[in-house]
Each structure stands twice: as C-alpha cells, then as structure tokens.
C-alpha cells in the first residue's frame, strides 16, 4: 500500500485523487490546499488542512498544483523522508531541490473541471534521482495507467512542447472552424465527426501520409478562393499551414 | 429501391460503393472510371464501363472524382432524365449546368484508401434544385447516414473552409508534434490520448472554454522558453497561435 498525500484542488489533482480513490494498493491519506471550499468538495471523506506545518507522513507528496507555485510550496513542507513530486511539463525537477528524494509524476492529458477521465491510458511521465524512487513512482503510476514512461527533465520539456501544437493549437483550430460555422449559420456539431476520425485516424496512419486538402494536393484555385474569404489570424494561419504543407510534398 | 451509378474510383467513390453495398433501398447498378485494374478492385461484382457513352440509365448519378474533371464528365454524361450530383465541398452546383436536374451529395469526411470508415455518424451535405430531387438525395443519404444537411453551395464552400481548419491544419499539427518528438528521440504514440482527448472534449465544452496551456495562462515564462526551442515554421506557428489565443482571453 503506498500513502499519498495529495497538494492542490485545481483540476489536474481532482483527477488524481479521484483515480487513487478507485485504484487498489494506494491511499490518500491527507489533501493539502488554500481554499476550504474546494478542499471539501474534493476531499470528501479523506483528511485534509489548509496549513503545510500539519502535513502527515506520507510515501509520497505529489504537488499538483501551478508550476510558479511549486519551489515555494517545496520549500515550505517537511516531507519526512517521503518523496517529494510535481505534476508539471514544464518544470525541472530542480524545483525540488531541497528534498534530497524527489522527482516527476507528470500525466500527459488536457483536464478539465467535470469530464470524465478514463486514466488507464494516460500516459504517466516519471523521473527521479534514485532508481528506487524511480520503480516507487512507476508503482504507483500503474495503480492508475498502463502506461508509464521514463523522461528526463529535458525530454519532458520537450514532450510538452509537442504536447502545445497537438493539444492547445488543435484546439485553436477547432474555435476557428466554430467561428467560421457560427458566422455562416452551420451548425459547429455537423464538424464534429471529422474531427473525430482527424484524431483517430494518425493512430494508423502517420501524420505526413494522412494529410489531405487544397495545400497537399496543391489546389491553388481552392487556396486563393478560400484566402479571399479570411481576414485578420485565420488569414495568416491559413498562409502559414499552406506553405508548410505544400514544402512537405513538393 | 434507389439505383445509383458511381463515377470514379477514388476514395470517396470506393467509401461510398461499400456503404451503399451494405444498405437497403439503393442499388449500385454501374461503376465508371478510366482505370480498369482500380475498377475492378473496387466495384467487384457490379458491371463497370472506361466509357461515359456506355452509361446506362439510372436514379442518380454520382460523379465522386477530383473537382477540375467534374465540369468535362458533367458535360459527356447523358445522365436519361437521371438526377446528376457531384461529392465536391468547393465546387458550385452550376459545374453541373448543363443537367436540368443537379445536385450536391457531399460526404463531410476525411477518407483515406484503406481505412474503415462508419458511414451511419458522417454529415452528408446535400443540395439540389427542385424540392423532388432534394427529397430523394435526402432519402439516398439516409440509406448510409443519420445525417442528412441541406446547405447551399455558398455554405458549402464556408463549411468546406471551416473542415480545412479542423482537419488539415489540424493534422499538420500532429505532424509537427510527430517531428518534435522523432528529434527529442521520445513515442509519437505518448501522444495519442491527448489527441484523442482534445478531438472528443469540443463535444461537451466549448473549445473556447476548453483551452489550456501556457497562451491561455499568459504564462510569459513557458512561452519564452518554448519559443527558444523552435526555428523555421513550428516559431512562426507558435507566435501567432499563442497570439490569437492570448487575444481571446485578454
């Protein structure tokens, strides 16, 4: 049985608590955060404080909480030889340095307040400075994921980085077709299946063979009868993908 | 019974021969293309012709072909009083003029050789010129899918230009998180779920709730550093999507 101790009630530490809470051979012990009212809404019937001098002994602390929070948070908790963790892409591990065990328990996933999560596939990213700590840590990951992988600080970084163009600029992507349907009268939903296969479809298929569309087949009469219907952002991505993609296929 | 005769054998052409072979109420009578091994790969037991004057007679015709060859096939079909309707999101239903009764049957999906598609959740865009031939490209349409649109051709092309966002573009963005991580020597496959995720989440939350990332938090820290790990395209994509991002939540 590994004992946690969970920091933060944003969303991102929700959902780890929620999938411990359902796992087998893992307990949270104590929930630590700033507001009671989130506190009790998360917590329910597991122990939790608003002070970090009350924290409990615990195997391990994950402090899943915003990265400009983390080394200030770390340098306020006594983490009695347990091992101390951050949940950020971005992050080196560096942040914790004054805990000599410490380390990454970082899930790649886009979390929001309310959606159900299904954690058995979300990929868990884990470093840390011992190898002991490393197979704790891989451990307690498979409690919840089938997938656990080992990064280090920079790979990580790097990963993330990745992570940005796939998750947050895709759904960029989809708020502009959403603002291109609201502003002819078309419904965002009749949308919804194509980006769906979009998504799917680069599990079989590599990106670069998938690709479709005016730019691919270098349709120039599409592309400039579609340049002349965008202004402004849309314009200039519109611009910018077509190039990008035709180079890849010349 | 709805007889149909299919023009081309390209991937839109062989998707819609599979789904209209397993429905009710229609029947593929012909097949045309100009390549006769892709012929008879795809229409199998159905007769097949190289020849538009060898044309038999029949409800529709579906010219499922590259938008710069549908005026000429338009123009040496004798379609015998058939209803004549092209698959194209671009092209206006006037590339069809010479046919006192045309059409639009325009399947929105990204369709590849090969991979399984089901045909029952794709939107199938619809326009015609009489009210009886709406009538029976909607009831066509119904024998594969549940959705049936009516949109006219300048909603199409909007329609068409917002899939271009959701669809190309979007996939080009996997295929630079694709490079990220062949150079940073990390799975492209880590990055799956969250691609699932991103694609499935607009269908509960808005995407302009559902952004995250560092362009939402104005987090100038992460961007910075993000920005100094990227050259050539992936930097100038980055700039203007964490932009226009930025600007939608000033």
Same mark, same amino acid.
Do not use: Y
């Given at each position: 049985m590994i004992s946690v101790i969970l920091l933060g009630t944003g969303n991102v530490s929700t959902h780890l608590l929620n999938a411990f809470n359902s796992a087998?051979?893992?307990? /949270?012990?104590q929930v630590y955060g700033r507001n009671e009212s989130a506190l009790k809404r998360i917590a329910k019937d597991i122990p939790y404080t608003r002070? &970090? #001098?009350d924290l409990k002994k615990a195997d391990v602390y994950i402090l899943a909480i915003s990265d400009d929070q983390i080394s200030t948070v770390a340098n306020h /908790?006594?983490?009695?030889s347990g091992l101390v963790v951050h949940t950020s892409g971005t992050q080196p591990i560096t942040a914790l340095k004054n805990h000599i065990r410490r380390g990454i328990f970082y899930p790649l996933q886009t979390f929001s307040s309310g959606a159900k999560i299904d954690f058995s596939k979300i990929p868990i990213c884990i470093e840390a400075t011992s190898e002991k700590d490393y197979e704790l840590l891989e451990k307690l990951a498979k409690t919840i994921s089938k997938n656990a992988y080992r990064l280090d600080s920079e790979k990580r970084k790097k990963l993330h980085l990745a992570a940005v163009f796939v998750n947050n600029f895709s759904n960029h992507l989809y708020h502009l077709g959403e603002e291109i349907c609201l502003a002819n009268d &078309?419904?965002? #939903? /009749?949308l919804y299946p194509l980006i769906e296969e979009t998504a799917l479809k680069i599990q079989t298929t590599r990106p670069i063979d998938a690709q479709t569309g005016p730019a691919r087949r270098n349709d120039q009469h599409t592309i400039n009868q579609q340049l002349k219907q965008l202004t402004g952002v849309p314009l200039e991505l519109y611009s910018l993908f077509t190039a990008s993609i035709k180079k890849n296929y010349e």
């Open positions: 087998d051979n893992v307990r /949270i012990t002070n &970090l #001098e /908790i006594q983490a009695n &078309l419904p965002f #939903e /009749i």
